[in-house]
Each structure stands twice: as C-alpha cells, then as structure tokens.
C-alpha cells in the first residue's frame, strides 16, 4: 500500500454539514466521501487512472505535462 499523507482543509461550517450528511447517506466516513469526490473528479478531468481501489502510487498515473484537463 503506498504512503498516505495527511492535510489540513478548512471547510465552511454550512459545507462540512452538508459532506457529512452526504458521508452518511452512502454509508461512508466523511475522509472517505472526501477521497471518493476528489478521485471522481480526477479520473472526469482525465489527471488520474488508477482504479478505485488503489490510490495514486507513481507519477506514472498523471498524464503528461502541459496536458489540458478540467479546472
């Protein structure tokens, strides 16, 4: 399993409240529902092509530089 690291994310009140109940709803812990919204929105805009159940282990699953993608 690869090195998983910790961050810090400030969330305004109303917006954590609204992730929390939407953690729930699918039955998952709130950092869960978190990874599940920013691997979503990886793999959509193309910078992510690991499966599911693996995170991100090498460079070699972001596309190349300069590459154009979603934001």
Do not use: H, V
Not at 52 to 68: F, I, Q, V
Request: glycine share 10%; charged share 40%; no cysteine.
């Amino acid at each position: 399993m690869s090195e998983r690291r910790s961050i810090l994310l400030r969330l305004d009140p109303k917006k954590l409240k609204a992730l929390e109940k939407w953690a729930a709803d699918e039955f998952r812990s709130t950092n869960g529902q978190i990874e599940f919204i920013i691997d979503d929105a990886l793999r959509k805009a193309g910078r992510y092509k690991g499966s599911r159940d693996t995170g991100m282990e090498s460079e070699d699953d972001l596309p190349p530089s300069g590459s154009k993608g979603g934001f």
